[in-house]
């Protein structure tokens, strides 16, 4: 998938034809916890962790605080905490981060408000959350299915939607170690741009075009 197919692909709307699955959770709890085989849509306030083996969409209304593990994000609305996207993260000009990210590569539009550390590399290892939900998600499939490109032929959208009720989905799993995992051998990185790690520390007052772009 080239660059412009990513971006197409994850600025732009869900075809009409995607299936769609309601999760509510409680939105008042500090500590809930999610996964899912499938693409999730972010529309209340979450505090707690998710591991997600496709893309996480936080939309402009909604605010995320805690542990994020899962391939693709897109940010609107608010982050606080970290994330581990393994293949690429995309900040809206609508968004709100303090985050430590490591991602494969990110796009960050202009007027988005970034604070944090930025790992951009694509020696990424999965972390243990994420590969045992992959372990889980195969032994889920029937057994003539091809299971070569995990999750890639799913059109379920799980939307999590906080009400404040008194049972949150998965309350009873345990809450996943969520540490970026890194291969140990050296990564090279373009430090003509920025370094393997990047300290970003903008507002909407004093926000010039230095952080927006790719990497």
Known sequence: MTLVDKVLRYFKKKND???????????????NYYQSFYPI?????????????GEIHIKKNASFSGD??????????SFNGSLLATEFTGVCKTASLDARIVTGSIFIESNATVKGIFNITKEITNPEAMRKLEANYRLSLPQN????????????TIVLRGKGSKA??????????????????????N?????????????EETATNTNTGWW
């Open 145 to 156: 299915d091809d299971e070569q490109n995990v999750n890639t032929n799913k059109v379920t």
């Open 168 to 189: 949150a989905p998965g309350a009873s799993l345990p809450s996943p170690v969520v540490v970026p995992e890194i291969k140990k051998q050296d990564v090279p990185v």
């Open 41 to 53: 849509v972010l529309e209340n306030n979450f505090k707690g962790s998710i591991v997600c083996l």
């Open 68 to 77: 994020l593990i899962c391939r693709t994000c897109k940010i609107e609305g």
């Open 17 to 31: 034809g995607d299936e769609t699955e309601i999760v509510i959770y409680d939105s008042l709890k500090e500590d």
């Open 191 to 203: 430090t003509l741009t920025h370094p393997g790690e990047t300290k970003m520390n903008r507002s």
